[in-house]
């Protein structure tokens, strides 16, 4: 093996490295560095903390951010299926469709069952 084949993906890993290592390191060694006692307070929402921080949540709360987030992802993987889908042409149409009507029945099922209300 010749390590010319390896140069420029090592020279990428290196540039990568550099790009997100390096402007740290410059903020710390070129910042202000001036400690008070408001700058080390907690801060939140402009009054001073109160209660546990370590309370709980309602589930409903999680089931919201989950159905968010697997409801983008799905979005998100449209994008590329529309783009490509002359090249997949009929069948391609139609197992698209079929992710669609899956996401849309979970999405009536879940407003019928209520997991979309916040009281």
Do not use: H
Request: aromatic share 16%.
């Amino acid at each position: 093996m010749n390590i010319e084949q390896y140069l420029p993906v090592l020279l990428f890993i290196l540039v990568g490295i550099s790009v997100g290592v390096m402007p740290q390191v410059i903020g710390y060694i070129l910042g202000p560095n001036r400690p008070d006692a408001a700058k080390n307070s907690p801060y939140e929402c402009g009054f001073e903390a109160f209660g546990d921080a370590r309370m709980k949540f309602d589930v409903r709360y999680y089931l919201i951010a989950i159905l968010f987030i697997l409801f983008d992802l799905e979005t998100a993987l449209l994008f590329p299926w529309a783009i490509a889908l002359k090249d997949l042409g009929f069948v391609g149409f139609l197992v698209g469709l079929e992710i669609v009507t899956i996401l849309t029945i979970g999405f009536v099922y879940m407003w019928i069952k209520g997991a979309l209300d916040w009281e």
